[in-house]
């Protein structure tokens, strides 16, 4: 006899199987999220750094975009040729059995004592032999001997005055504070370990004077940094970023979370803004009324806002982000692989330009000619994808294609403004110091001590992209800051500075005086 299971129960455990079910695939897309990032926490961690595309087999790369690009030739075939290389070397550098070196370096002769038994022959000739050595400090100790002397006339002695410092009693030459500034923005060397430095070298010092040095030094620096973020601001095309920095005590073994807003103008200079915040009100504050033209940006909603009620302002956005979403969403669906493609040509395109050193009406030409058929190619492709009935949303491809869809506009400005970059790695590359940095001091103790590392690190930074010395700038602007006009202060930013003083730069004592040490 067969038991008869009544309608009720039978109707319960349906609906408790689709809810199983509902539960399971929740699980399933949870579990690949997941599992998505930690593949990419994996590269971050193990692999590559950069970002450049590893080139596929021509003839699968014509496969993928058959249809897509009717406009862009077929590649013409080349011949297989195998290559030899050698070992590259790096900014001029040799390896351990050479040196090389400026005249700035100093030289100590040795002179080597001939073997026994030649010490009556001629010498026809004298080898070198180079080696590179370090002191234990490279501290030096500036002793000013001034002599006291009594006049004639007068039984009053008078004192020789003493060359005036940078701070009035202050302990420090122009070349301390410039190496200490240097050592900790240019070579990211905390201030306790410079004063650990020191101490190995036999000099005594607190560290708080080190610190109140860097912010007297950035308080008398500061003029110079705004007339430099005035000239930023008014480029035609300006880039801006922002990066966390821990500032200031939010409570007990707490700090607060702020950031640093880079602005990379188009004169090669860049300047790092301050916020406690990373909300639009800083976008406002820094651009609204002084600035108007294109402003390039990440994908952060903030920067799209302000532009939409701006109407003096073009927003444009970056490549490089866009193909960092593809790029993570590769393991999860290879076609991903064809908008990464698609975009490497846009880029491949940049790069041919930079080489033929196009500008103005010739760049524009360029990318209408070759990078808007890719890009019209990489839309059709990202439409093409909308229709999948198997890309849930939450799926990493669907979010890249929706990113990029939702950026349209944005991101295909570089094609009627030559000007305007297709991404913004400069900007990130002149960021780098302070994340950098990040690793080593960690932290900003207050918020005005965030805002010295911005003012600093600004002027170190564009230094470097000018090509000047970030420390015989420093030398010479420290002591020059004080007798220059306040009216032509912008002389003395390192981009200005590069023409007007770097060929007869101010120097320190420690330079200009003979070398008179233990005397």
């Not at 026994?116 to 026809?124: A, K, P, R, T």
């Not at 008078?158 to 190496?179: C, E, H, N, W, Y």
């Not at 007007?500 to 120097?507: E, K, L, R, S, V």
Request: aromatic share 8%.
């Amino acid at each position: 006899m067969t038991a008869t299971v009544p309608a009720q129960q039978y109707d319960d455990a349906l609906a408790d199987m689709a809810a199983l079910r509902e539960r399971l695939t929740a699980v399933e897309s949870q579990l690949e999220a997941t599992q998505h990032q930690l593949d990419w926490f994996k590269r971050q961690l193990f692999g590559a750094k950069s970002e450049k595309r590893v080139e596929i087999d021509p003839a699968v790369q014509a496969s993928l975009f058959t249809g897509l690009i009717e406009d862009t030739p077929a590649p013409p075939a080349t011949e297989a040729v195998e290559i030899t290389r050698r070992k590259k070397t790096r900014n001029g550098a040799v390896n351990d059995t050479g040196l090389r070196f400026d005249d700035s370096v100093p030289v100590r002769v040795i002179d080597v004592a001939p073997p026994e038994g030649l010490e009556d022959g001629e010498v026809i000739a004298t080898h070198s032999t180079f080696r590179l050595a370090q002191r234990r400090a490279s501290y030096e100790v500036l002793e000013y001997r001034a002599p006291v002397i009594k006049p004639r006339n007068s039984a009053t002695p008078q004192t020789t005055p003493v060359p005036g410092a940078i701070f009035t009693g202050s302990l420090a030459d122009a070349s301390f504070l410039a190496g200490m500034l240097v050592d900790k923005f240019a070579f990211h060397i905390p201030l306790y370990r410079q004063h650990q430095r020191l101490a190995a070298g036999g000099i005594q010092l607190a560290r708080a004077t080190l610190t109140q040095l860097v912010g007297r030094t950035a308080a008398l620096l500061s003029p110079i940094h705004a007339a430099q973020l005035e000239h930023v601001l008014e480029s035609r095309v300006l880039a801006m970023d922002e990066t966390p920095i821990k500032a200031g005590r939010a409570g007990a073994g707490q700090l607060k979370a702020a950031y640093f807003w880079p602005l990379y103008g188009d004169a090669d200079e860049i300047s790092f803004t301050f916020a406690a915040t990373r909300a639009r009100s800083h976008i406002e504050a820094t651009l609204a009324d002084h600035f108007t033209g294109t402003l390039i940006t990440d994908g952060y909603g903030a920067y799209a806002r302000y532009a939409d009620n701006r109407p003096g302002v073009t927003h444009a956005q970056c490549w490089a982000h866009t193909r960092r979403y593809f790029e993570r969403a590769l393991d999860s669906d290879p076609q991903a692989q064809q908008a990464l493609a698609l975009i490497g040509e846009i880029y491949r395109v940049e790069a041919e330009i930079r080489d033929k050193r196009l500008e103005g009406l010739a760049k524009q030409t360029a990318r209408s000619q070759h990078s808007e058929p890719a890009v019209r190619a990489f839309w059709r492709w990202c439409d093409v994808q909308c229709q999948r009935l198997d890309l849930e949303p939450k799926h990493p491809l669907a979010k890249a294609v929706a990113y990029a869809l939702e950026r349209r506009g944005a991101l295909g400005v570089f094609l009627t403004d030559p000007d305007v970059p297709i991404d913004t790695n400069h900007l990130e590359r002149g960021l780098r110091p302070i994340p950098m940095g990040r690793r080593n001091w960690l932290f900003c103790w207050s918020e005005v001590g965030a805002e010295h590392v911005g003012i600093i690190q600004s002027l170190i930074s564009t230094c470097r992209l000018h090509g000047v010395d970030p420390y015989t700038y420093l030398v010479d602007v420290l002591q020059r800051v004080g007798v220059h006009p306040a009216s032509r202060v912008a002389e003395l930013t390192p981009r200005l500075w590069k023409d007007h003083f770097a060929d007869n730069p101010m120097q320190s004592d420690i330079d200009r005086v003979g070398n008179n040490v233990g005397e």
